[in-house]
């Protein structure tokens, strides 16, 4: 198994910029891929981003050219930095872990593993 746990989380204005990170542990020579997805109060999970191993990386339209998400496949350790955040991208964010490789990027449903979550809320 795999345990994956998000920090970095917090309280910003509108405008500013955050860094959050994800460490995985255990059987991770299994991980394929790993990804950000966010959710708020009465939405569905949404798709942020994702990084390959071979380092392909997807962004979901509302945060392309905003956030940037990097990784060391060494350390098992994934990041996500968010600027020029908006009041709109308050939400529990969630990283994820996936041991297929090919297809779904996008799809919660692919991904294998899940982190506790953390929280980020973007004052007006």
């Known amino acids: 198994q795999v345990q994956l746990v998000e920090s970095g989380g917090g309280l910003v204005q509108a405008g500013d910029s955050l860094r959050l990170s994800c460490a995985a542990s255990?059987?991770?020579?299994?991980?394929?891929?790993m990804g950000w997805f966010r959710q708020s109060p009465g939405k569905e999970r949404e798709f942020v981003a994702a990084?390959?191993?071979?380092?392909?990386?997807y962004y979901s339209d509302s945060v392309k050219g905003r956030f940037t998400i990097s990784g060391d496949n060494a350390k098992n350790t994934v990041y996500l930095e968010m600027n020029s955040l908006k009041p709109e991208d308050t939400a529990v964010y969630y990283c994820?872990?996936?041991?297929?490789?090919?297809?779904?990027?996008?799809?919660?449903?692919?991904?294998?593993?899940w982190g506790q979550g953390t929280q980020v809320t973007v004052s007006s």
């Open positions: 990084r390959r191993t071979d380092y392909i990386t």
């Open positions: 994820a872990a996936r041991s297929t490789r090919l297809y779904g990027w996008n799809d919660p449903s692919k991904y294998d593993y």
């Open positions: 255990g059987r991770t020579l299994s991980i394929y891929g």
